[in-house]
C-alpha cells in the first residue's frame, strides 16, 4: 500500500466549477500536508500548507485535513483555464523534512 | 522570494556518457537540497537528500555510484548521472529548503534527460 493514494483522474470541470481533489494516507506519523501544483513539464509549485487537522483558506484555494479518517483535500472555488495543471499532495512527518507525494491528479478546466 | 533555478532544462545525450545537472538556491541558503525523478504521469520519487558539506543520502534503490550528488555550497547542489542509459531518461527535479530546520521545499523548475 502506498503511504500517499491519490486518484490520477484526469479531472475535467468547466469553469467557474468547484473542485474537489482528495488524497488518503497511511502513515500515521504526518503531522504536516502540502499542496502542489505541476504545470506539464514544470517543477511543482506550493500551494498550500497544513499542520494537523482542520481548514486552511487562501484565495480561491482551501485545504482540509481530517486526521481521524486520514483524509486530506483541496477545494478550488470559481476554477479558472488556468488551474489546469497536475495537483500533488503530500505528507511530512514531525521533525523530519522527507515528503510523501501522492500521484497527482491532472485537472483539466474547460471553457 | 524562495527561487530555485535548474540548469539545464532539457539535456539529450548519448548512452555510455555522463551528465551534470546543477541546482541552485538563488535568494536564500539552503544547508538541505533533495534530489526527485519523475516519470511520464507518476509522482515525484525521492532519489536523495543532499546536505551540504556532507555526503549525500540515498533512498532504498538508488545507486549512489551511478547517481553522484555533491552538495559544495549553500546555493548550489550538482547531480552527475554516470555511464547514463536510456532507462535513465527521465525528469529530474530538484528541491531546496530556505534556512536550517525548515521544512518547506521549494522547487525548481526540472531538467528533461534524454538517453539515447
Known sequence: ???????????????????????TYSNSAFQYFMWYRQYSRKGPELLMYTYSSGNKEDGRFTAQVDKSSKYISLFIRDSQPSDSATYLCAGLTGGGNKLTFGTGTQLKVEL | GAVVSQHPSWVICKSGTSVKIECRSLDFQATTMFWYRQFPKQSLMLMATS???SKATYEQGVEKDKFLINHAS???STLTVTSAHPEDSSFYICSAIPGQGGDTQYFGPGTRLTVL
Open chain 1, 1 to 23: 500500500q502506498k503511504e500517499v493514494e491519490q486518484d490520477p483522474g484526469p479531472l475535467s470541470v468547466p469553469e467557474g466549477a468547484i473542485v474537489s481533489l482528495n488524497c
Open chain 2, 51 to 53: 546536505n551540504e558539506g
Open chain 2, 74 to 76: 549553500l546555493t548550489l
